[in-house]
T-cell receptor, first 112, second 114 residues
Framework: DTGVSQNPRHKITKRGQNVTFRCDPI?????LYWYRQTLGQGPEFLTY????????KSRLLSDRFSAERPKGSFSTLEIQRTEQGDSAMYLC??????????FGPGTRLLVL | AQSVTQLDSHVSVSEGTPVLLRCNYS??????LFWYVQHPNKGLQLLLK??????LVKGINGFEAEFKKSETSFHLTKPSAHMSDAAEYFC????????????FGKGTRLSVIA
């Protein structure tokens, strides 16, 4: 399978715990994006990388959120001290050239 | 700043009848525009993409969209709805493709009645 993959697919955690999600983009794609989607809404941009450089961060990305792409391949998104409002689907996407952006299946986070 | 407005949160059609999902955009540049579809519990799938070539864009599964600069619109159409078309549809803009992130509309839920 050469699509974008995300792990885990589902995560249930207690408020105050830290969580980390992983995204493996399509191998030749140099741009990687993180989005968040809440129920009944369209995906909202969080941050994106060109290779290992983080080029832009949304104001939605509070200081509890951090994303890395250390070798320009896979990326991680960490949420510290989770809150119930963090419950959402976290989507990763990647892109190269003139194709549209390819999305992964998402990680669904539930904070209790 | 770029934005999209999907004019209908829910559209219901009978199987075999035409589909029209409306989208208006706002952009300071000549944007790239996309339609994505999301089936329940499935990932986002690209339906079609406009990037300043032909104004009528054909996509997968019989969908097409027409870019109208004078109306700042990018409506999605299909001549004949199928039950499998029932899903959430997102209109998306990227102001400078490749250099700005995708900005999504709130989505239109399409229901298809047998």
């Amino acid at each position: 399978d050469t699509g974008v993959s995300q792990n885990p697919r589902h995560k249930i955690t207690k408020r105050g715990q830290n969580v980390t999600f992983r995204c493996d983009p399509i191998s030749e794609h140099n741009r990687l994006y993180w989005y968040r989607q809440t129920l009944g809404q369209g995906p909202e941009f969080l941050t994106y990388f060109q290779n290992e450089a983080q080029l832009e961060k949304s104001r939605l990305l509070s200081d509890r959120f951090s994303a890395e792409r250390p070798k320009g391949s896979f990326s991680t998104l960490e949420i510290q001290r989770t809150e119930q409002g963090d419950s959402a689907m976290y989507l990763c996407a990647s892109r190269s050239g003139t194709r549209g952006v390819d999305f992964g299946p998402g990680t669904r986070l539930l904070v209790l | 700043a770029q934005s999209v407005t999907q004019l209908d949160s829910h559209v219901s059609v009978s199987e075999g009848t035409p589909v029209l999902l409306r989208c208006n955009y706002s952009s300071s540049y000549s944007p790239s525009l996309f339609w994505y579809v999301q089936h329940p519990n499935k990932g986002l799938q690209l339906l079609l993409k406009y990037t300043s070539a032909a104004t009528l864009v054909k996509g997968i599964n019989g969908f097409e969209a027409e870019f109208k600069k004078s109306e700042t619109s990018f409506h999605l159409t299909k001549p004949s709805a199928h039950m499998s078309d029932a899903a959430e549809y997102f209109c998306v803009v990227s102001e400078i493709e490749g250099n700005t992130p995708l900005v999504f509309g709130k989505g239109t839920r399409l229901s298809v009645i047998a």
